[in-house]
Protein backbone atom coordinates (compact mmCIF):
# COMPACT_ATOMS: atom_id res chain seq x y z
CA UNK A 1 0.00 0.00 0.00
CA UNK A 2 1.12 3.48 -0.46
CA UNK A 3 1.87 6.21 1.81
CA UNK A 4 -0.74 8.21 0.45
CA UNK A 5 -3.50 5.30 0.99
CA UNK A 6 -2.02 4.73 4.60
CA UNK A 7 -2.70 8.08 5.43
CA UNK A 8 -5.56 8.13 4.16
CA UNK A 9 -6.61 5.08 6.39
CA UNK A 10 -4.84 7.15 9.42
CA UNK A 11 -7.46 10.13 8.43
CA UNK A 12 -10.75 7.73 8.49
CA UNK A 13 -9.62 6.60 11.93
CA UNK A 14 -8.78 10.29 13.47
CA UNK A 15 -12.51 11.05 12.26
CA UNK A 16 -13.80 8.00 13.79
CA UNK A 17 -11.78 8.82 17.24
CA UNK A 18 -12.91 12.18 17.15
CA UNK A 19 -16.30 11.39 16.82
CA UNK A 20 -16.20 8.76 19.59
CA UNK A 21 -14.04 11.10 21.79
CA UNK A 22 -16.75 13.62 21.28
CA UNK A 23 -19.33 11.02 22.45
CA UNK A 24 -17.32 10.69 25.13
CA UNK A 25 -17.28 13.89 26.52
CA UNK A 26 -21.01 14.25 26.14
CA UNK A 27 -21.35 11.37 28.98
CA UNK A 28 -18.34 12.98 30.23
CA UNK A 29 -20.65 16.25 30.94
CA UNK A 30 -23.20 14.80 32.41
CA UNK A 31 -21.44 13.06 34.87
CA UNK A 32 -20.30 17.08 35.44
CA UNK A 33 -23.64 17.93 36.35
CA UNK A 34 -24.71 15.20 38.25
CA UNK A 35 -21.69 15.95 40.53
CA UNK A 36 -22.52 19.31 40.57
CA UNK A 37 -25.97 18.71 41.53
CA UNK A 38 -24.83 16.51 44.36
CA UNK A 39 -21.54 18.27 45.17
CA UNK A 40 -19.27 15.21 44.73
CA UNK A 41 -15.46 15.51 44.02
CA UNK A 42 -14.81 15.27 40.38
CA UNK A 43 -11.12 13.81 40.70
CA UNK A 44 -11.61 10.07 41.21
CA UNK A 45 -8.24 8.38 40.95
CA UNK A 46 -9.62 5.12 41.86
CA UNK A 47 -12.23 5.42 38.91
CA UNK A 48 -9.57 6.33 36.88
CA UNK A 49 -7.00 3.49 37.57
CA UNK A 50 -10.18 0.78 37.06
CA UNK A 51 -10.86 1.97 33.49
CA UNK A 52 -7.24 1.65 32.74
CA UNK A 53 -6.72 -1.86 34.46
CA UNK A 54 -10.09 -2.94 32.49
CA UNK A 55 -8.85 -1.79 29.36
CA UNK A 56 -4.77 -3.04 29.75
CA UNK A 57 -6.69 -6.60 30.59
CA UNK A 58 -9.36 -6.42 27.52
CA UNK A 59 -6.19 -5.18 25.08
CA UNK A 60 -5.28 -6.95 22.45
CA UNK A 61 -3.45 -4.90 20.03
CA UNK A 62 -0.10 -3.45 19.80
CA UNK A 63 -0.58 -0.91 22.52
CA UNK A 64 1.12 -2.11 25.64
CA UNK A 65 -0.16 -0.56 29.80
CA UNK A 66 1.71 2.45 29.14
CA UNK A 67 0.87 3.59 26.13
CA UNK A 68 -2.84 2.93 27.22
CA UNK A 69 -1.86 4.96 30.46
CA UNK A 70 -0.80 7.88 28.78
CA UNK A 71 -3.48 8.70 26.14
CA UNK A 72 -6.73 8.02 28.96
CA UNK A 73 -4.45 9.96 31.25
CA UNK A 74 -4.82 12.76 29.24
CA UNK A 75 -8.43 12.15 28.27
CA UNK A 76 -9.41 11.97 31.82
CA UNK A 77 -7.69 15.54 32.48
CA UNK A 78 -9.60 16.99 29.25
CA UNK A 79 -12.64 15.26 30.81
CA UNK A 80 -11.89 16.66 34.80
CA UNK A 81 -11.63 20.07 32.66
CA UNK A 82 -15.01 19.39 31.17
CA UNK A 83 -16.22 18.64 34.30
CA UNK A 84 -14.72 21.49 36.25
CA UNK A 85 -11.45 23.13 35.82
CA UNK A 86 -9.66 22.61 39.05
CA UNK A 87 -6.15 24.04 39.69
CA UNK A 88 -3.26 21.97 40.18
CA UNK A 89 -0.38 23.65 42.27
CA UNK A 90 3.10 22.11 42.49
CA UNK A 91 6.22 22.44 44.05
CA UNK A 92 8.02 24.59 41.04
CA UNK A 93 9.35 26.69 38.60
CA UNK A 94 8.19 25.20 35.53
CA UNK A 95 10.46 22.26 34.61
CA UNK A 96 10.94 20.48 38.50
CA UNK A 97 10.49 17.38 38.88
CA UNK A 98 7.15 17.74 40.57
CA UNK A 99 6.33 19.46 37.37
CA UNK A 100 6.93 16.28 35.77
CA UNK A 101 5.35 14.28 38.28
CA UNK A 102 1.92 16.56 38.09
CA UNK A 103 2.07 16.28 34.54
CA UNK A 104 1.97 12.21 34.68
CA UNK A 105 -0.87 12.83 36.59
CA UNK A 106 -2.80 15.44 35.44
CA UNK A 107 -1.93 15.53 31.94
CA UNK A 108 -0.49 18.50 29.60
CA UNK A 109 -3.76 20.10 29.32
CA UNK A 110 -4.72 21.29 33.06
CA UNK A 111 -4.03 24.53 34.52
CA UNK A 112 -1.06 24.30 36.45
CA UNK A 113 0.16 26.91 39.15
CA UNK A 114 4.48 26.86 40.26
CA UNK A 115 4.84 27.26 44.18
CA UNK A 116 8.33 28.43 45.45
CA UNK A 117 7.60 25.79 48.17
CA UNK A 118 6.39 23.03 50.07
CA UNK A 119 4.78 25.25 52.76
CA UNK A 120 2.73 27.46 50.13
CA UNK A 121 1.44 24.37 48.22
CA UNK A 122 0.04 23.76 51.10
CA UNK A 123 -1.48 26.93 51.56
CA UNK A 124 -2.46 27.51 48.41
CA UNK A 125 -5.27 24.53 49.06
CA UNK A 126 -5.96 25.65 51.98
CA UNK A 127 -6.91 28.70 50.54
CA UNK A 128 -8.68 27.65 47.72
CA UNK A 129 -6.41 29.02 45.30
CA UNK A 130 -5.71 25.38 43.85
CA UNK A 131 -7.81 22.13 44.04
CA UNK A 132 -4.80 20.02 44.33
CA UNK A 133 -1.21 19.96 45.01
CA UNK A 134 1.89 17.88 44.52
CA UNK A 135 4.39 18.09 46.79
CA UNK A 136 7.90 15.40 47.09
CA UNK A 137 7.60 12.91 49.65
CA UNK A 138 10.28 10.76 49.44
CA UNK A 139 13.65 9.32 47.18
CA UNK A 140 14.87 5.89 47.20
CA UNK A 141 17.90 7.34 47.99
CA UNK A 142 17.88 9.88 50.24
CA UNK A 143 15.19 9.32 52.46
CA UNK A 144 11.96 11.23 53.33
CA UNK A 145 11.31 15.09 52.55
CA UNK A 146 10.81 16.04 55.85
CA UNK A 147 9.03 19.33 55.23
CA UNK A 148 5.84 17.32 53.48
CA UNK A 149 5.20 15.59 56.34
CA UNK A 150 5.64 17.91 58.54
CA UNK A 151 3.00 19.73 56.55
CA UNK A 152 0.84 16.80 56.49
CA UNK A 153 0.81 16.27 60.39
CA UNK A 154 0.75 20.37 61.03
CA UNK A 155 -2.35 20.72 58.53
CA UNK A 156 -5.50 19.00 57.56
CA UNK A 157 -5.25 17.94 53.96
CA UNK A 158 -5.70 14.79 52.85
CA UNK A 159 -3.09 12.20 50.64
CA UNK A 160 -5.65 11.94 47.01
CA UNK A 161 -2.68 9.35 45.48
CA UNK A 162 0.51 8.86 45.11
CA UNK A 163 2.59 9.37 42.05
CA UNK A 164 6.37 8.01 41.51
CA UNK A 165 9.12 8.99 38.58
CA UNK A 166 12.49 8.10 37.53
CA UNK A 167 14.80 10.68 38.86
CA UNK A 168 17.65 11.59 35.95
CA UNK A 169 20.23 14.56 36.97
CA UNK A 170 21.74 16.65 34.28
CA UNK A 171 24.84 19.04 35.14
CA UNK A 172 24.34 22.00 33.09
CA UNK A 173 26.45 25.31 32.74
CA UNK A 174 26.88 27.99 30.11
CA UNK A 175 30.70 27.99 30.91
CA UNK A 176 33.50 26.96 28.71
CA UNK A 177 35.71 24.51 30.86
CA UNK A 178 35.13 22.90 34.17
CA UNK A 179 37.53 25.06 35.75
CA UNK A 180 35.39 28.56 34.77
CA UNK A 181 32.68 27.30 37.09
CA UNK A 182 32.78 29.34 40.55
CA UNK A 183 29.79 27.82 42.21
CA UNK A 184 26.80 25.38 41.45
CA UNK A 185 23.29 25.18 42.42
CA UNK A 186 21.02 22.76 43.33
CA UNK A 187 18.46 21.14 46.07
CA UNK A 188 19.92 19.54 48.71
CA UNK A 189 18.38 16.57 48.13
CA UNK A 190 19.71 16.47 44.64
CA UNK A 191 23.44 17.23 45.51
CA UNK A 192 23.00 13.94 48.07
CA UNK A 193 22.49 12.20 45.12
CA UNK A 194 24.83 13.03 43.16
CA UNK A 195 27.59 12.72 45.56
CA UNK A 196 30.26 9.98 43.74
CA UNK A 197 29.96 13.05 40.32
CA UNK A 198 30.49 15.85 42.52
CA UNK A 199 33.78 13.63 44.14
CA UNK A 200 35.14 12.97 40.68
CA UNK A 201 34.96 16.43 39.83
CA UNK A 202 35.03 19.06 42.40
CA UNK A 203 36.38 17.37 45.33
CA UNK A 204 38.16 19.65 47.88
CA UNK A 205 35.50 22.83 47.15
CA UNK A 206 34.65 24.99 49.92
CA UNK A 207 31.74 24.46 51.54
CA UNK A 208 30.21 27.75 49.75
CA UNK A 209 31.00 26.27 45.79
CA UNK A 210 27.93 24.66 46.56
CA UNK A 211 24.78 26.62 46.56
CA UNK A 212 21.38 24.93 48.07
CA UNK A 213 18.17 26.31 46.54
CA UNK A 214 14.80 25.31 46.39
CA UNK A 215 14.38 23.49 43.92
CA UNK A 216 16.54 22.10 40.73
CA UNK A 217 14.65 24.17 38.28
CA UNK A 218 15.61 27.50 40.22
CA UNK A 219 19.08 25.99 40.05
CA UNK A 220 18.36 25.97 36.41
CA UNK A 221 17.45 29.56 35.68
CA UNK A 222 20.19 30.47 38.35
CA UNK A 223 23.01 29.13 35.94
CA UNK A 224 21.30 30.20 33.30
CA UNK A 225 22.01 33.41 34.29
CA UNK A 226 25.51 33.46 35.49
CA UNK A 227 28.37 31.39 33.12
CA UNK A 228 30.81 31.07 35.85
CA UNK A 229 27.96 28.61 37.70
CA UNK A 230 26.77 25.27 37.45
CA UNK A 231 23.13 23.59 38.09
CA UNK A 232 22.43 19.90 38.93
CA UNK A 233 18.59 19.43 37.62
CA UNK A 234 16.28 18.21 35.40
CA UNK A 235 16.69 17.63 31.82
CA UNK A 236 13.45 19.66 31.24
CA UNK A 237 14.69 22.27 33.24
CA UNK A 238 18.09 22.93 31.38
CA UNK A 239 16.51 23.01 28.51
CA UNK A 240 13.64 25.19 29.60
CA UNK A 241 15.94 28.01 30.79
CA UNK A 242 18.63 26.98 27.86
CA UNK A 243 21.32 25.80 30.01
CA UNK A 244 23.83 23.71 28.01
CA UNK A 245 24.31 20.35 29.22
CA UNK A 246 27.52 19.30 30.41
CA UNK A 247 26.97 15.82 31.55
CA UNK A 248 23.60 13.47 31.64
CA UNK A 249 22.73 10.84 34.09
CA UNK A 250 25.27 12.09 37.02
CA UNK A 251 22.90 10.36 39.72
CA UNK A 252 24.57 7.67 42.06
CA UNK A 253 21.67 5.21 40.96
CA UNK A 254 20.36 4.69 37.75
CA UNK A 255 17.46 3.09 39.92
CA UNK A 256 16.85 6.88 41.17
CA UNK A 257 12.90 7.33 41.93
CA UNK A 258 11.28 9.82 43.69
CA UNK A 259 7.80 9.50 45.32
CA UNK A 260 5.15 12.37 45.16
CA UNK A 261 1.66 12.98 47.29
CA UNK A 262 -1.41 14.67 45.67
CA UNK A 263 -2.85 16.37 48.08
CA UNK A 264 -6.49 17.74 48.59
CA UNK A 265 -9.01 19.32 51.07
CA UNK A 266 -11.85 17.13 52.24
CA UNK A 267 -10.87 14.80 50.09
CA UNK A 268 -11.94 10.77 50.48
CA UNK A 269 -11.16 8.01 47.88
CA UNK A 270 -13.50 5.29 47.25
CA UNK A 271 -12.51 1.83 47.66
CA UNK A 272 -10.24 0.31 44.97
CA UNK A 273 -8.97 -3.35 44.82
CA UNK A 274 -5.61 -2.30 45.60
CA UNK A 275 -4.96 0.50 48.61
CA UNK A 276 -2.40 2.29 51.01
CA UNK A 277 -3.33 4.21 54.28
CA UNK A 278 -1.27 6.68 55.65
CA UNK A 279 -1.68 7.91 58.98
CA UNK A 280 0.20 9.75 61.93
CA UNK A 281 0.43 8.27 65.37
CA UNK A 282 1.07 10.45 68.52
CA UNK A 283 1.88 7.04 70.94
CA UNK A 284 1.25 8.38 74.64
CA UNK A 285 4.79 9.91 76.08
CA UNK A 286 4.58 8.13 79.41
CA UNK A 287 8.17 6.60 79.07
CA UNK A 288 6.61 3.01 79.25
CA UNK A 289 8.75 0.80 77.61
CA UNK A 290 7.09 -1.11 74.80
CA UNK A 291 4.25 1.08 73.67
CA UNK A 292 5.44 1.51 70.22
CA UNK A 293 5.98 -2.21 70.03
CA UNK A 294 2.50 -2.24 71.23
CA UNK A 295 1.06 -0.57 68.72
CA UNK A 296 2.63 -2.36 66.43
CA UNK A 297 1.64 -5.70 67.62
CA UNK A 298 -2.25 -4.26 66.73
CA UNK A 299 -1.05 -4.72 62.63
CA UNK A 300 0.63 -7.71 62.74
CA UNK A 301 -1.84 -9.21 64.77
CA UNK A 302 -4.91 -8.53 62.22
CA UNK A 303 -2.42 -9.46 59.49
CA UNK A 304 -2.17 -5.61 58.44
CA UNK A 305 1.08 -5.06 56.20
CA UNK A 306 3.30 -2.46 57.11
CA UNK A 307 5.39 -0.76 54.89
CA UNK A 308 6.74 2.44 56.32
CA UNK A 309 7.23 4.05 59.25
CA UNK A 310 9.05 7.29 59.61
CA UNK A 311 9.29 9.31 63.42
CA UNK A 312 9.65 12.96 63.09
CA UNK A 313 10.61 15.00 66.42
CA UNK A 314 7.35 16.70 68.22
CA UNK A 315 9.43 19.82 68.40
CA UNK A 316 7.66 20.94 72.29
CA UNK A 317 9.64 20.97 75.19
CA UNK A 318 13.12 19.70 75.67
CA UNK A 319 12.08 16.23 75.63
CA UNK A 320 12.93 14.03 72.70
CA UNK A 321 9.40 13.15 71.87
CA UNK A 322 8.44 11.79 68.48
CA UNK A 323 5.59 11.18 66.57
CA UNK A 324 5.25 8.29 63.66
CA UNK A 325 4.15 8.59 59.99
CA UNK A 326 2.76 5.34 59.07
CA UNK A 327 1.66 3.63 56.10
CA UNK A 328 0.00 0.11 55.58
CA UNK A 329 -1.66 -2.00 53.29
CA UNK A 330 -5.89 -1.47 53.41
CA UNK A 331 -8.20 1.10 53.36
CA UNK A 332 -9.29 3.32 56.14
CA UNK A 333 -12.66 1.48 56.15
CA UNK A 334 -11.62 -2.11 56.20
CA UNK A 335 -13.11 -3.49 59.36
CA UNK A 336 -9.40 -4.29 60.60
CA UNK A 337 -7.80 -0.87 60.28
CA UNK A 338 -11.26 0.74 61.74
CA UNK A 339 -10.61 -1.61 65.16
CA UNK A 340 -7.08 0.09 65.11
CA UNK A 341 -8.51 3.58 64.35
CA UNK A 342 -11.32 3.34 66.87
CA UNK A 343 -9.30 1.66 69.70
CA UNK A 344 -6.36 4.69 69.16
CA UNK A 345 -8.83 7.41 68.25
CA UNK A 346 -6.95 9.79 70.01
CA UNK A 347 -3.80 8.94 68.55
CA UNK A 348 -4.27 8.56 65.32
CA UNK A 349 -4.84 11.06 62.71
CA UNK A 350 -6.12 9.55 59.73
CA UNK A 351 -3.87 11.03 55.81
CA UNK A 352 -5.70 9.35 53.64
CA UNK A 353 -6.48 5.84 51.92
CA UNK A 354 -5.55 5.98 48.30
CA UNK A 355 -4.54 3.48 44.85
CA UNK A 356 -1.15 2.15 46.07
CA UNK A 357 0.73 3.16 42.84
CA UNK A 358 4.40 1.72 44.51
O1 LIG B 1 -16.45 8.60 36.52
C1 LIG B 1 -16.35 9.75 36.95
O2 LIG B 1 -16.54 10.01 38.16
C2 LIG B 1 -15.98 10.85 36.04
O3 LIG B 1 -15.98 11.99 36.47
C3 LIG B 1 -15.50 10.54 34.66
C4 LIG B 1 -13.98 10.40 34.56
C5 LIG B 1 -13.68 9.87 33.11
O4 LIG B 1 -13.29 10.66 32.29
O5 LIG B 1 -13.88 8.66 32.90
C6 LIG B 1 -13.37 11.72 34.77
C7 LIG B 1 -12.82 12.10 35.97
C8 LIG B 1 -12.66 11.19 37.11
O6 LIG B 1 -11.41 11.36 37.71
C9 LIG B 1 -12.89 9.79 36.74
C10 LIG B 1 -13.47 9.43 35.55
Known sequence: MSLEELRNQIDSLDNQMLEILNKRMEVVKHVGELKKSTQTVIYRPEREKQIVDRLDSMNKGL???AAIEAIYLEI????RNLELPERIAYLGPEGSFTHQAAESRFGAMSDYLALPNIRSVFESIDTG??????VPIENNLEGIVKETIDLLNETDLKI???VAISVHFTFATKAEKLSEIKKIYSKDIAFGQCEKFLNDYFAGKEDDFFVQVDSTSKAARLASQDPNSAAICSHIAAKLFDVPILFDNIQDSAQNRTRFFIIGK???NQKSDNDKTT???RLPEDGKPGTLMKFLQEFESRGINLLKIESRPVKEGDHFNFWFLMEFDGYFLDESVQEIMAKHASEIKWLGSYVKAI
Open 266 to 268: DFI
Open 63 to 65: LNR
Open 129 to 134: RARFGV
Open 160 to 162: VAE
Open 76 to 79: FAVS
Open 279 to 281: IIA
